[in-house]
């Protein structure tokens, strides 16, 4: 497809896009690089007719489809919305996989084919809102790709991927840009294809250089955000540093004995023995689908099988009498499905204020010092004029950026991040992994950590838990690496 931008412009107090000129020519492959903002979206949006805009778009005939972080959002909401499992006697876990990408096409043949081509064939059954990230994003890219497309818009697909998928998925793509043209829009260098032909880079929305790939290898931007973030962090952290306070329990921290986790089609994992002293940070490692974010959500209290394991936190039995409350106030969480859940209609002053009450929405009368604190946050996120915006109606890193903050805000005993720089922008990657580190180092809280970007990984976080594939029992198992 040709695509033409002349004098574009999206304009709204949050999503912006601003495009003097810009062309897309047949068969070219373009990537979309953003020192800062959430473009991907709101240029999918644009391309494929969902977004207002003002000035020219020309584009010649054919069909275009978008995958981005909103519309898996958008389809989690959709699902959660139709849950039936009060009207059953079982629990509703959505539409299955093959009916999602199915009902895009109305052809089994494709939908057979889409689900052997991104190793769903072992999930074709099962429901959309039991899905992890990693997986719930192939299906993402199956349903865009059974609309049968000529051009694509892909949102930072890697993102939520395990390494093993990361690179089949790549050699996928590889191969589907021989006949679908595609604009991948990136976050980390690693991510950028080789069969790419052109980088246009945007900075919060407008759009700033159009290069070619070799010309994006020698740029000097990624030095220059890197410094940015580093300056950026260290001003975090000495707001952390400045409200520091302790909680003292004795060993263990956490311990899980003999843990299992199954439903009525199959186990997740099995005999998983886990123990987190004091001081020690730990990155739990593993596939999509091996139970990472279940386990962590056992931790936190939100998965109902905690209470049918053998659980000890913070010097208590887990169902012994004690209130869910009583231990999330020691917690800091981010994650993919508290985002989600995170449906509120709440500012984002109130988002980071919800932190100091463990609360999604704010339903309590902060203090004076708490109000101080969440907006000297905003400032640092360089979200300040943010703070009454409603927090739906601010962009997907934008609201992580949020509930990062109002996980830390409250500095808590452990801090558990799954998956935190899911829908982030290159600038907030690094100033969030940059923080974390120091957090980490100084130990002002215990980090549990998972990312699937080898990148990613912290200096100071040396103990890992591992989930590994037990062919005998069919379901996961996990070692624990300990330095």
């Not at 068969?27 to 473009?39: K, L, P």
């Not at 991948?184 to 900075?203: K, N, S, T, Y």
């Not at 400045?242 to 311990?255: A, H, L, M, R, V």
């Amino acid at each position: 497809m040709d695509i033409n931008f002349e004098c574009l412009i999206v304009g709204s107090e949050i999503s912006t896009l601003n495009v003097e000129s810009w062309t897309i020519e047949n068969n070219e492959s373009w990537a979309v690089f953003s020192t800062e903002g959430d473009i991907g979206s709101v240029l999918g949006g644009v391309l494929c007719g969902t977004v207002e805009f003002e000035g020219s778009l020309s584009q010649s005939e054919g069909h275009i489809s978008q995958v981005s972080l909103v519309e898996q959002q958008k389809l989690l909401e959709e699902e959660r919305a139709k849950d039936d499992t009060d009207f059953l006697d079982r629990i509703d876990t959505g539409t299955s996989v093959y009916d999602l990408i199915f009902e895009q096409c109305d052809d089994a043949a494709l939908t057979l084919k889409l689900v052997q081509d991104l190793d769903l064939t072992h999930l074709k059954d099962s429901g959309f809102r039991v899905l992890s990230t990693g997986e719930t994003r192939r299906v993402m890219l199956a349903r865009a790709l059974a609309e049968k497309p000529d051009f694509m818009v892909l949102d930072n697909p890697f993102t939520g991927l395990d390494i093993a998928h990361r690179q089949s998925l790549a050699d996928y793509l590889k191969s589907l840009s021989q006949t679908v043209q595609m604009l991948i829009v990136f976050a980390r260098d690693e991510d950028l294809p080789d069969w790419i032909d052109h980088v246009a880079m945007f900075e919060r929305g407008k759009l700033v250089e159009a290069i070619d790939k070799t010309s994006w290898d020698n740029h000097p931007i990624i030095q220059q955000i890197a410094a940015q973030s580093e300056k950026q962090s260290e001003e975090m952290m000495t707001l952390i540093r400045k409200y520091q306070y302790d909680t003292s329990f004795d060993n263990p921290i956490f311990e899980l004995k003999n843990g299992k986790v199954e439903y009525t089609d199959k186990t997740i994992f099995t005999d998983v023995n886990w123990r987190i002293n004091k001081g020690e940070h730990w990155q739990v490692k593993g596939p999509n689908g091996c139970g990472k974010s279940t386990i962590l959500g056992m931790i936190f209290g939100d998965h109902p099988q905690c209470y049918s394991n053998d659980i000890h936190i913070f010097g208590k039995k887990r169902g012994s009498g004690e209130t869910v409350w009583e231990i999330k106030k020691h917690i800091g969480m981010v994650s993919s499905a508290l985002h989600l859940q995170y449906r509120v209609s709440c500012t984002a002053l109130d988002v980071i204020l919800s932190g100091f009450y463990d609360s999604i929405g704010l339903y309590s009368q902060p203090s004076i010092q708490e109000k101080a604190i969440a907006r000297e946050w905003l400032d640092i996120l360089h979200m300040g004029q943010y703070a009454k915006t409603p927090f739906r109606k601010l962009e997907y890193g934008q609201q992580r950026l949020l509930l990062i903050a109002r996980a830390i805000v409250k500095q808590p005993t452990l801090l558990i991040l799954d998956e935190p720089y899911q829908g982030l922008d290159y600038l907030g990657r690094r100033l969030m992994k940059n923080t974390l580190e120091l957090i980490a180092r100084e130990n002002l809280s215990q980090l549990l950590y998972v990312s699937h970007y080898q990148d990613d990984e912290l200096e100071s976080i040396r103990n890992m838990l591992i989930f590994e594939f037990d062919e005998t029992r069919k379901c996961y198992r996990a070692e624990t690496s300990l330095n």
